[in-house]
């Protein structure tokens, strides 16, 4: 055979190699996209429900009237509480994706001690979603007008790979429909409106994994955006036993929630060319919530102590929330 044409088919040969090679490259990473959009999707499926719940919180009273009070101040802390995350984050095996090692991964991001940790490592059987919230009310034309809110602006919360900011803002108006006398309770009715957003920015910085007996080292950022409008009403009952005020209350929101997340992300694998990859996802929810709450507002003369139970049937999350008012 004449040396030009061995040369052709070597030249050939390696260009076919190079091509099949370059293939299964480019595959893994498509793989990898993929592997982070479904994480991103998965996580949105599974907060943006306590998202909602939480939006809710934070009025800082329990009394179903104000009748008494000229108006108050309040602050309130408080979590929705769920049965824990969701298998895949503590599984070691990552048996529900094909190339990124999810668990490395949030291994990885969790702090080594400290409260992150002690979170993490309760996870699997509960997981609470923090809310704190300040509130004003006041009483006008025999009408409660109860305001809430809180904001975070960008760089308050800020580390070398985290920066989050959030706002939000509710209004609910509410008449007394029956007041007290002698032992019939207060009865009220309500209507409002809530709205609140949250964004977060993660930098993922040599991250790096195995695969295929290579480092698989991956760098860039990912931005997480919430934003949930509520629209509803309620009927709160409540009647003072001495200093002790006992209270229910049961509600109806329609909820319009957007969990939107997108990555600009490059990867590695051993000593290859860096490649970008942009993985993304997206959850809306537009549903009725029921929820219903419930505690004991009590008068310790100079300020109220509120403790709220909540509970949302449609999730099972309860929520736990404390607050402090004074009111004049």
Known sequence: ??????????????????????????GQFDQLESDFSKLMLLIGREALPEIQQNDLAGTGIGVASLEGDWFYLSVTAGAVITDGVPDFVHDKSNKEFTTL????????????????????????????????????????????????????????????ELEADLIHFGIRVRKALIKERGWMPTISLGVGYAYSSIHFKYTLEEFTQDYSGQDLTINGGLSLDTRVHSFG??????????????????????????????GNLTAQLGSGT??????????????????????????????????????????????????LRVGF
Not at 1 to 15: N, R, S
Not at 19 to 26: H, P
Not at 247 to 261: K, V
Not at 277 to 303: C, H, K, Q, R, Y
């Open 1 to 26: 055979m004449p040396p030009e044409v061995t040369m052709k088919k070597i030249i050939g040969l390696t260009i076919v190699l190079l091509i099949i090679s370059s293939a299964g490259v480019f």
């Open 101 to 160: 090692d999810v668990y490395g991964l949030i291994e990885d991001a969790v702090p080594s001690s400290g409260i992150g940790r002690d979170l993490y490592d309760e996870s699997k059987n509960i997981f609470p979603y923090p809310t704190a919230k300040l509130a004003f009310g006041a009483r006008l034309l025999g009408l409660d007008f109860i305001l809430s809110g809180i904001g975070v602006p960008s760089g308050v919360i800020s580390t070398d």
């Open 233 to 262: 009403f309620d009927v709160g009952v409540s009647r003072t036993i001495l200093f002790i005020t006992p209270f229910f209350r049961t509600s109806l929101w329609y909820q319009d929630a957007l969990y939107d997340t997108e």
């Open 274 to 323: 860096p490649q970008d990859f942009s993985p993304s996802a997206e959850v809306t929810l537009n549903d009725w919530s029921v929820m219903f709450a419930g505690g004991l507002d009590i008068n310790l003369f100079l300020i109220q102590l509120c403790t709220t139970g909540t509970y949302n049937p449609s999730t099972g999350s309860w929520g736990a929330e404390v607050s």
